[in-house]
Structures are given as C-alpha cells and as structure tokens.
C-alpha cells in the first residue's frame, strides 16, 4: 500500500473578535491525497516491486494536484520495514521513479507503524516552519515482497504455541571483551 499527500503553506487572514485587528495566520494544508486499493499479503499488488508502487502513487498526485514538480521542496516517506527491496531510501528511489526531479530531496523515515502519518506531520512541519511552500509526505509498505522477521510465517497458524522461543534476559548476555557500553 502507499499514501501520498501534498501539504502547501497557506496565508488566512483572521480578525481578533471585537478589536478589529487583522492578524495573519499560517496554515498547512492538504491539497490532494492518493492511496493505492487496500490489498492482502499475497494479493493484487504483490508482484509490484515496492519503489515502483509508490512511484506511481507520486506521479498520480503530482498529476491530480496539477502543481509543477519544480515547485516540491521535499518528499518524506515513512516506511516501517526497511529491509530488502524497501531498503535503501525508498524515498528517493520512488521520487527518481515519479520522474520527479533529480534536484528534489527525498527521505525515508521510520515510526513503525506510523512512519506514513509521521512523514505528513512532518511536511506539514516544513510547510509551517516557512522552510517549504510545497512537501509530499507519504508512506510505503508492501507485505507482500519484504521479510517480516522471524515472529511471522506466512499460511503459519496463529497461537502461543508457534511463536519463537524467549530472547534471553539482557543480564544474561555480557557484552563483548573490551566494549563498553554507556
């Protein structure tokens, strides 16, 4: 699945309620927002290689929102599992892969499951600050192509019973000779 939104700086004006004074205010807003259909491990998207998933979920919003791409300050992808094909700043792969141009910043970020709402907040934070007049803030995750670790077996049941055994307690494991950790 991939999301992407534009977020852009936005100038209201607002009157203080009975002293007639004008004060400017400064918004972020969504101004377009994409989303590909919400599928299954395994299912309709499984063969589409996560940077090309959102590439095309990119170029679509550019598309719609009719905004130059010269005009993007920043694209900002979140993306839990950055591992495999979704490694390697996904970000940046998928912004080249948009078309997009080369002169465009993009980056990946991790929240774990909400790298994709941090990635927004974090847009908007750009717009606000006045660092951006244009951000895409955009999340990726495709179940169907990344390993999900070891606590996950694809068609495995699910129960106590298949889960792996217990890490050992972190006072059980001493550090390597001559390593400190603080």
């Known amino acids: ?8 700086r936005l100038f209201r004006e607002e009157k203080s309620a009975g002293k007639g004074k004008v004060m400017n205010a400064v918004e972020a807003v969504i101004v377009e927002a ?30 719609r929102s009719g905004l130059d791409p010269e005009r993007l300050d920043d694209v ?13 700043n996904i970000a940046r792969n ?19 499951c909400g790298s994709g709402q941090q990635a927004v907040h974090f847009a908007a934070q750009g717009v606000l600050s006045g660092s951006y007049k244009f951000a895409i803030g955009c999340g990726i995750e495709s179940m169907s192509r990344v390993d999900l670790g070891p606590l996950f077996l ?15 307690k972190a006072s059980a494991v001493a550090p390597p000779a001559g390593r400190v950790f603080a």
């Not at 699945?1 to 852009?8: E, F, K, L, P, Q």
């Not at 919400?38 to 598309?63: E, I, M, N, S, Y």
């Not at 979140?78 to 979704?86: F, M, N, V, Y």
């Open 1 to 8: 699945m991939a999301v992407a939104s534009i977020a852009r």
């Open 34 to 63: 994409v989303r590909t259909p919400v599928g299954k491990r395994g299912g309709a998207l499984k063969d589409w290689h996560p940077a090309d998933l959102l590439a095309q979920t990119l170029a679509t919003l550019v598309d």
């Open 76 to 88: 900002i992808a979140g993306c839990a599992l950055q591992r495999g094909e979704q490694a390697g």
């Open 94 to 112: 998928a912004s080249l892969g948009a078309g997009l141009p080369e002169s465009l910043p993009a980056t990946t970020i991790d929240r774990q």
């Open 154 to 168: 694809p068609g495995a049941p699910l129960g106590a019973e298949h889960r792996t055994a217990r890490l050992p």
